[in-house]
């Protein structure tokens, strides 16, 4: 099972921008809101594991 470390760079209407921290990488990821928790702000981290998104506590 792999997990990943990401954080909200940007929030664009229905769309984040999400860079991961687990790596060396200034690649953006964007994914639509719905699949992520609803209440991330810019800043927010988050863990990817088994297909969805969760709050890092």
Do not use: C, H
Not at 24 to 47: C, H, N, Q
Request: glycine share 4%; hydrophobic share 40%; net charge negative.
């Amino acid at each position: 099972m792999d997990t990943w470390y990401y954080e909200v760079v940007s929030i664009d209407g229905d769309y984040a921008n999400l860079k991961r921290t687990d790596i060396d990488s200034d690649d953006l990821k964007l994914v639509a809101r719905a699949l992520l928790p609803a209440e991330i702000r810019e800043g927010s981290k988050l863990k990817y594991e088994l297909m969805q998104y969760f709050m890092e506590e």
